[in-house]
């Protein structure tokens, strides 16, 4: 392949030299096939491995194959491709280790899906039914955590049965993302009493991005504490390093004070470094995304954004990651569909999502859409209260906008506009102007 590809594509090979392979008598050269660009997006290794990831753990999670109630063929065929499906979509998380629902089905017979999930080993069981009546579809799912046999999520999910193939999309990706914070909320329920010094280091890693998620600078600079000594003990782990970076990426789009003075050279030069160990890590590409456009190459911020999307598309995440940077490259109409996806389809989906679309709202003057999504948002953050402002103006409720700046300015003594990159990373220069002119509307500047 290497040889009649010469010349003819425009790709770069790595020679790993001569290899013995099964069945084969004479030894064969090996080439791999390699990024001119060692930083792109398109370079390619394998996923994260298991040795790697000693400060996180790897939810182990086996899909039941999916009932159907009733006798028609169409549930029967619906849920037999739900159960495909979902294994397919969930082995795309870096969080989870899948267990094939076709080598249980003997187990599972035999003994039951909570048996059978204990037998082999497994930390959680997704089960679900499928009932069909005319053109209506409801689905039933639960999350079980297989060693107490406690519920960790249920839901009931209601469609119209149209195409097929795009239910069983929309409904892949909606348990799918949903599954994954699932987890992760059951995981910080179970060390809320703990004592830091109690916590071992999955558990310092689940603490460090509770402070993260926050989004205030103390407790920012908190959880970084949290994931500098995760970096020391973990040095080849992933997870410790990203989260890291992540702090940064925080203090950046808010315009808090940095831990470091160099912080966006860093952490650029620490994912990228990172990409490539991991290069189909979307995590990796969703942060190196964040960064790029950050420092300014919005055409590199947007292909990292697609590349995280495209190794997970049925994770919020990497929706809400895509629909970014397309909102920042000035590519409005198209991107504001992504994060109405991100926030949709994940059940736990975080209050950063609703601000975030209230960011592509504003951007595509849907200022009462936009409005509306503050008002169940648990506390207040300075990016929140930026983007309310924007809204309020939009909709020329110029006092309440002026009222919500006095506020911004209380809560936040010291901070500037100027270094929050959640403003200042727009492309284009009609996109910086027009936020600026509605924040000197409301008295900010």
């Not at 187990?107 to 999930?117: C, E, F, Y």
């Not at 909606?174 to 914070?181: I, L, P, Q």
């Not at 919005?298 to 970014?324: K, P």
């Not at 009222?403 to 727009?426: P, V, Y």
Request: aromatic content about 8%; glycine content about 8%.
């Amino acid at each position: 392949m290497f040889r009649q590809s010469g010349g003819k594509v425009s790709a770069t090979f790595q020679d790993l030299g001569e290899k013995t392979l099964k069945n084969i008598s004479e030894p064969v050269r090996v080439f791999r096939l390699a990024s001119d660009e060692p930083n792109s997006p398109d370079t390619l290794a394998s996923r994260p491995t298991d040795d790697a990831q000693t400060s996180w753990k790897v939810a182990t999670v086996l899909v039941s194959p999916f009932r159907h109630l009733g006798s028609g063929g169409d549930a029967a065929s619906l849920a037999s491709g739900l159960t495909e499906t979902l294994a397919a979509a969930l082995a795309h998380f870096e969080e989870f280790k899948i267990i094939d629902p076709g080598s249980a089905t003997h187990k599972i017979s035999n003994l039951g899906t909570l048996d059978a999930g204990r037998q082999l080993g497994v930390e959680y069981l997704l089960e679900g039914s499928v009932q069909i009546s005319g053109q209506k579809v409801r689905v039933g799912v639960q999350l079980i955590d297989v060693a107490s046999g406690s519920r960790v999520w249920s839901d009931t999910i209601n469609r119209e049965f149209e195409d097929a193939f795009e239910l069983q999309d929309d409904i892949t990706a909606f348990v799918a993302s949903t599954m994954s914070d699932a987890i992760g909320e059951e995981w910080a329920k179970a060390i809320l009493a703990k004592p830091d010094a109690a916590l071992d280091p999955h558990e310092q890693m689940i603490r460090g991005l509770q402070l993260l998620h926050r989004g205030n600078p103390k407790d920012c600079a908190n959880a970084r504490a949290f994931f500098e000594k995760l970096v020391q003990s973990d040095p080849n782990g992933m997870f410790p390093k990203l989260c890291l970076c992540w702090t940064y990426a925080s203090e950046l789009s808010g315009g808090w004070p940095l831990g470091r003075e160099d912080a966006l050279e860093f952490s650029l030069r620490e994912m990228r470094d990172l990409m490539r160990r991991y290069p189909r890590s979307a995590h990796i590409h969703r942060l190196v995304s964040r960064l790029c456009i950050f420092d300014g190459d919005h055409a590199q911020g947007v292909a990292h954004a697609e590349r995280a999307y495209e190794l997970n598309s049925y994770n919020s995440d990497m929706m809400m990651a895509l629909g970014l940077a397309k909102l920042w490259n000035g590519e409005h109409d198209t991107a504001v569909g992504l994060p109405e996806k991100a926030f949709s389809t994940n059940r736990y989906a975080p209050d950063i999502f609703k601000i975030y679309l209230a960011l592509a709202y504003y951007l595509t003057s849907r200022f009462d859409d936009g409005l509306k999504l503050f008002d169940n948002i648990e506390g207040t953050t300075s990016v929140t209260q930026i983007y309310r402002i924007l809204n309020l103006v939009g909709l020329q409720q110029i006092e309440e906008a002026q009222t919500e700046a006095q506020s911004w300015r209380n809560n936040n003594a010291g901070l500037k506009l100027g270094d929050a990159q959640s403003i200042n990373s727009f492309r284009l220069q009609e996109d910086r102007e027009q936020v600026f002119a509605a924040l000197r509307k409301a008295g900010l500047s």
